[in-house]
Each structure stands twice: as structure tokens, then as C-alpha cells.
């Protein structure tokens, strides 16, 4: 008991501080998935939302609605997101993994405490438990099955096999990843009982449960989840083979960070001969330690811990898309009792892994805090000028859904934005392409979001991979701004060219709807309808537009409509590349013409959710071109 009441104080320590922590990251789709709960509770991701500048089916988002569920409740009760008491109702779940976690390593460990330390001060565990999202209740389920499964087989205790069943099944309604438990499930029973059929049996809980929601999706939506989350990985291409030979890199790497390198054997420092793929000792280090673990896991595939780690890690670099930390946070548990039991008899090594790991996950959590208040405080300082004009967002996470509680929306790819509109944008993440035709953003207002500690897991030009990107690092340290948000707004000017490339600097201002974002410097595509604005020549002149019809589109017919009017129009019996405009030339009604191209039918390219229609190279009046 003693022990339980040292590892709990430890836990709410660790939380108490990061109890008004900013909405971040995944949260804002969890929290929406919530709303959507209080309406249809059996459905709660059977909508439609915004993302990344695309419409998105969320009953394809990657995990199932158990946390959404949670949120949903705590709406009910609050009746609005509040910070500080939504993150108190989370910590149970912190209390539930550490005891599940003291329970385990007192079956596994030589030194129960000093491995449940260990796990706590993993920096995935003490950073993403200040997060709204499904990783931190997922583990404690997760652990929690574990124990109690592991408890059922030694003492043959049918109520606690039961138990352990029922926590897998809540897993597996927080993360898909509780499936893993049918497999660890089996293989323990199968080297300590395995003549218990009826426990094999049970065994099977998590898959019939992933299982009964994916036949309950299909008969009630038509659709399974699983089944349109595939088809979103295929859409976006996030199981493309250079993604994942990316994401199992960082895996390594995420692996060999979740306890101190102190706690491992000095040969890890031969991770250096992978310095080539980055120089830094925050990739290589930590890559010399998970390659580590991997083969210690594969040479001792009989002990269950090893077949813990191999069996978990082998199943994130299939499945997951991002090599993010937090998709290893089950397997901090094996990891910290390995590394404790290997220095045991070290007990200065042992208080050094955990102090030091303890303090660097307190200093990443402390840095991502003030990373994503930047955000909640820049939204709270303009409320007025949010809540005064149309507001579009144009990035995810924090910063969309403190300005949606404003009344912002958000940007659709090539969102046709009016002058006076605000525009809210940030640096980070992929920011979809908007059209302001007849105006340009003006900035109001602008702030550098830069944490007071020089720790970035998710910054602009950061090579860390600790929550996504293109980097390799278990974190990265930077004295550089993390982001940068501005407020704009659209002010009204004149289109500046009569004859418009696609690469011109004054193109998105002359853009006002249906044409995407610019290719190779050179060529955009368009929608089915696409709209442009041009300054009108001083005298009546041709009007021309150069594009490439797709291998696709063979049969296409395009029209060109001047300020409305139809001045030209072809089908394009095969692909290829051509020029479209009336035979004589055209006369201007005002200071400036919109141009539209109508390509019928629009086409669907594989691996592409856009509609298209034809690739524009430019459209103007071609004797001003001249």
C-alpha cells in the first residue's frame, strides 16, 4: 500500500501543474466527435467534418469512440469544454495505469517500484497525459487487462479473467490497438495453463468486440469503420512504403527513448554509425537503444515480456501511419521493467534514469503547454475582431478550436475568402490554399509562438518526430520560434494582369474560386467550374486559355464564359495539350472580366479526393500577353 500511495502522489504531482493545460493536438476531433455524441450516441462519428481543407467521413476516424464517449459525458455535466475540471476527470485514468502498472511489475520485477518509476517518468506518459485524447485511457485499460489477465491464470481465478476480458473489451473501444490483447492474451495463457480451454476462449474478447462494432457500423451506416478508414489510407496514400519506412525509423527511435539511456547498456552508443541519417544524438542515441530492445526482444522471444515488445512494435509500423511516440505507450510497461530489472543492483543508476527522464518529460510537457497557450491566448486577445467578421481558420488543432468557439470556420482547399473577411492562419501543418479574387490578406495582427524552454516536439523546421513530420528526432531542441500566427484581413484590389499565368505572384488574388494550388511552379489544377478575374485591356482583344486535358478526361468538354456570357466551347476527344478562346475578340464590360471554365464531366484521379477538371496553364487576353 505504501507503494501504491508513493507512485499516486508521484502521478498527481506530475498532473496538478498541467491541470489548465490548452486544448492540443487530436483533441479538437475528439471533442467534435463528442458534440456529435450528445446527438446520436450510437453513432457519435456517423458526420462529415473539415479537415485539412477537405471534407472527411469520421466514420473512418482511426479509433473508436470510447473517449469520445468520456468527453461526451463531461459535456453533459459541464455543459461546455472546460480545461481545468476536464482534465481533473482524466486523471483516474493516469492513477489507473500507474496501479495497473505497480501490479504488473510486482509479478515481473525484482524491483516493482523502481520499474513503475520508470514507466511514469516515460516523457509519452508524462506529456500525453495532459491531452484530451484516447492514449493515456487506453493504457490504463490496456495495463489494467493485463494485470488482471496475468492475476486470473496464476491463481485460476475465473472473476479476475472475467475482469481482465471486460477491461480488454474497454480497451478496444478506445484504440483498435487493444486487438494486441487476444495475441498477448493467448500467449501467456499458452505457457502457464494451456489446457484451459474457456480461458482461451475469453481470450477472444477484444476481437469480438472490434468485431460487434464493425458489424453494428455496417448494418446501421452501410459502412464498417474499418472499412471507409481504409479507404482514407488509400485516398491519401498513408500506407505508401517511403511513409512507412519513415515512421518505423522514428518507431525505433520512440522505443529506445521510454526509459533513459542511463538504464542502458553502453554498446547503444554504436547507434552512432546511423549519424548519417542525422547527425544529432537526440536520433541516433535513442536509435541505438530501440534497435537494441528489438533484438533483445527477438532473442528472447520465449520470455513474454520480449514477445511483448516484439509482438506491440511489429503491429505500430504495420498499422500506424505517423511514427508518433504515443503509439508505444503500451509498451512502456515491458520496456521499464527490462530496464529495471537489468540494473536492479544499481540503485544510483536507477534513481539517475528515472530523475533524468522524470525531468526531461517535465520540461517537453512544459514546453508544449506554452506552445499551445500561444495559441488559446492570441484567439482570446482578438475575440472581438473574430466574432465582428466572417473568420476562416485554415490549420487544425488548438488554434481551431479556440477560434471556432469564436464562431470561426474552417478553410476548405481553395475557400473563395471576400474582402473584409478575416483569415487566421498558422505557419504549422498544411495550411489549405485559398482563393481571395478581387482582394489579398492584409495582416492585423501577428505573434511568435515561441515556449519558454528550448525543448519543441511539434514546431516549424523542427526534425522531431515525436507527434508527426518529416524529422527523425525523439524531440528537438531549437531556440526558434515554433509558429507563427497571423490575423488577416482580405482588403479589396483590382486585379492587376490581363493575362494570367498560373505561377504569378498576383494569381491567388486573382482566383476567385475553383483552382487549386500551384504544381511544379507552373500549372494548377481546376474543379468543374473554375473562375478567374483579369484586368480589362484598354481595346477589344483575344482572350485565350492554355491547358492540359487528363488521359482521363478524353470526351471533355470545356467551356469559357466571359462576365457570364459563352464566348467559346470544345470536346477534347483524348488528352493532351490545348488552347480554348472565341475566334474573334472579346470587349470588356468594365475595369475587369471574370473568366469561367466549365470542364464537363469533372474527373476523380486515384489517390486524389478533389474533383477535377482541366490543368490550366494560363488565361488572359493574349494580345496584352504580347
Not at 104 to 113: D, E, Q, W
Not at 328 to 337: D, F, G, K, N, Q
Not at 563 to 585: F, S
Request: proline residues 7%; positive net charge.
Amino acid at each position: 500500500m505504501r507503494q501504491m500511495l508513493l507512485v499516486f502522489a508521484l502521478v498527481l504531482a506530475m498532473r496538478l501543474p498541467f491541470l489548465d493545460h490548452p486544448i492540443q493536438g487530436d483533441d479538437t476531433f475528439y471533442l467534435a466527435c463528442a458534440q456529435h455524441a450528445l446527438i446520436d450516441p450510437l453513432h457519435p462519428h456517423d458526420f462529415r467534418m473539415q479537415a485539412i481543407g477537405i471534407e472527411v467521413d469520421m466514420r473512418g476516424f482511426p479509433h473508436p469512440p470510447g473517449n469520445s464517449w468520456f468527453l461526451a459525458g463531461l459535456l453533459r455535466i459541464f455543459g461546455d469544454v472546460r480545461e481545468v475540471p476536464f482534465h481533473a476527470a482524466y486523471l483516474p485514468f493516469s492513477f489507473g495505469a500507474a496501479a495497473a502498472m505497480l501490479s504488473l511489475a510486482r509479478r515481473f520485477s525484482v524491483t516493482p517500484l523502481w520499474a513503475t518509476l520508470l514507466f511514469c517518468a516515460s516523457p509519452v506518459f508524462v506529456v500525453n497525459g495532459n491531452s484530451l485524447e484516447s492514449d493515456v485511457p487506453f493504457v490504463c485499460f490496456f495495463l489494467g487487462a493485463m494485470a488482471l489477465w496475468a492475476a486470473g491464470v496464476e491463481e485460476e481465478s475465473r472473476w479476475k479473467l472475467a475482469a481482465g476480458a471486460l477491461a480488454a473489451g474497454a480497451a478496444t473501444m478506445i484504440s483498435y490497438q487493444g486487438v494486441i490483447l487476444t495475441a498477448l492474451f493467448s500467449l501467456y495463457l499458452w505457457r502457464r495453463r494451456p489446457a484451459w480451454r474457456t480461458a482461451f476462449a475469453a481470450a477472444l474478447a477484444p476481437v469480438a468486440v472490434f468485431a460487434a462494432w464493425q458489424i453494428w457500423g455496417r448494418i446501421s451506416s452501410g459502412a464498417a469503420p474499418a472499412e471507409v478508414l481504409s479507404g482514407h489510407f488509400q485516398t491519401h496514400g498513408l500506407q505508401a512504403l517511403p511513409r512507412k519506412i519513415h515512421n518505423a525509423g522514428a518507431l525505433v527511435a520512440h522505443l529506445g527513448w521510454i526509459v533513459s539511456p542511463l538504464a542502458m547498456p553502453w554498446p547503444v552508443l554504436g547507434g552512432a554509425v546511423f549519424a548519417w541519417i542525422d547527425t544529432s544524438p537526440l536520433f541516433w542515441l535513442p536509435f541505438g537503444c530501440g534497435l537494441y530492445l528489438l533484438a533483445r526482444a527477438a532473442g528472447g522471444w520465449r520470455d513474454f515480456l520480449c514477445a511483448w515488445i516484439a509482438i506491440f512494435f511489429a503491429m505500430a509500423v504495420a498499422v500506424f501511419f505517423a511514427g508518433s511516440a504515443r503509439y508505444l505507450l503500451p509498451a512502456a510497461a515491458p520496456v521499464a521493467i527490462l530496464a529495471a530489472n537489468r540494473i536492479a543492483g544499481q540503485r544510483w543508476r536507477l534513481a539517475a534514469a528515472f530523475g533524468t527522464q522524470m525531468a526531461l518529460g517535465l520540461a517537453l510537457a512544459w514546453s508544449n503547454q506554452d506552445h499551445w497557450r500561444a495559441y488559446r491566448d492570441f484567439t482570446a486577445a482578438h475575440r472581438a475582431a473574430i466574432e465582428a467578421r466572417r473568420t476562416w481558420v485554415d490549420t487544425e488543432w488548438g488554434l481551431r478550436f479556440y477560434a471556432e468557439s469564436l464562431g470561426a470556420l474552417p478553410v476548405q482547399r481553395n475557400q473563395p475568402v471576400r474582402p473584409g473577411d478575416n483569415i487566421l492562419s498558422s505557419r504549422l501543418g498544411e495550411p489549405p490554399a485559398v482563393t481571395t479574387g478581387g482582394g489579398a490578406p492584409a495582416p492585423v495582427s501577428s505573434v511568435e509562438v515561441i515556449p519558454r524552454l528550448p525543448f519543441r516536439l511539434f514546431a516549424e523546421g523542427s526534425r522531431s518526430a515525436y507527434s508527426s513530420g518529416t524529422g527523425w528526432r525523439v524531440f528537438d531542441i531549437s531556440g526558434a520560434p515554433a509558429d507563427r500566427v497571423t490575423l488577416s484581413t482580405v482588403v479589396e484590389r483590382k486585379p492587376a494582369r490581363s493575362f494570367l499565368r498560373m505561377d504569378d505572384p498576383e494569381a491567388p488574388t486573382q482566383i476567385v474560386t475553383g483552382v487549386y494550388q500551384l504544381e511544379e511552379n507552373a500549372w494548377r489544377w481546376t474543379a468543374g467550374k473554375a473562375i478567374l478575374l483579369l484586368k480589362a485591356p484598354p481595346a477589344p482583344s483575344r482572350l485565350e486559355a492554355e491547358f492540359r486535358v487528363h488521359d482521363l478526361g478524353a470526351g471533355m468538354r470545356v467551356r469559357m464564359l466571359a462576365d457570364g456570357r459563352l464566348v467559346a466551347e470544345q470536346t477534347y476527344a483524348r488528352g493532351g495539350q490545348y488552347k480554348l478562346g472565341p475566334a474573334g475578340t472579346v470587349t470588356a464590360q468594365g475595369t475587369s472580366t471574370a473568366v469561367t471554365l466549365v470542364a464537363d464531366p469533372p474527373i476523380r484521379a486515384p489517390g486524389d479526393s478533389r474533383e477535377l477538371g482541366i490543368v490550366l496553364l494560363s488565361v488572359g487576353y493574349v494580345d496584352e500577353a504580347r
